[in-house]
């Protein structure tokens, strides 16, 4: 930019050189600038969006509360498909006995199978309660840094 200005703002004589009018830069700044403002204010949306879907969850299970960072996940549609409750998946070590574990199948993309999930006693989001959800127990790690629960797509009606 300090190139184009010098070219295009000082004229020269011989050897005397002499400004000349306008500079380009302030031209380039009053194009470049709402550009760049564009781009800031949406991306600072984009953001803001992403963390409007955090949430704080306890989990109440056999009298014990489970305190999670909960993420709201459009593309968790899993249902229990024996009594049509959701699915909540959770990475976390829950403490349980094999004859309170419910199998679900379940199938994505890339992969089908049969995910352990749990009835717990009650999930809280936000001083609101729900009831009628299943725990899915996952083994893996969430690729979202500092969420250890996937919410399901059908809270977010009463969350929002």
């Keep these: 930019m300090y190139l184009v200005s010098d070219l295009f703002s000082y004229s020269n004589d011989k ?15 009053l194009i470049i600038s709402p550009l ?9 949306l984009k953001l803001k969006d992403k963390y409007a879907s955090f ?12 305190h999670l960072n909960g993420y709201l996940d459009t593309g968790n549609n ?4 024996y009594k049509h409750r959701g699915i909540i998946l959770v990475n976390l070590k829950l403490k349980f006995n094999d004859e309170e574990l419910i199998y679900t ?27 009628n959800y299943l725990v899915g127990l996952s083994e ?21």
């Design 105 to 131: 199948p379940y199938n994505t993309l890339n992969h089908d199978g049969i995910i352990k999930c749990i009835k717990v006693d009650k999930i809280y989001i936000n001083k609101y309660e729900f009831n």
């Design 78 to 81: 899993l249902y229990d498909m």
């Design 140 to 160: 893996e790690e969430f690729k979202i840094d500092g969420i250890n629960c996937i919410l399901h797509n059908s809270m977010k009606g009463k969350l929002k």
């Design 15 to 29: 050897l005397l050189f002499y400004h000349n009018g306008f500079r380009i830069n302030y031209i380039v700044l």
């Design 55 to 66: 949430y704080k969850v306890d989990i109440i299970y056999k009298e014990k509360v489970y």
């Design 36 to 44: 760049i403002i564009f781009f800031y204010i949406k991306n600072i």
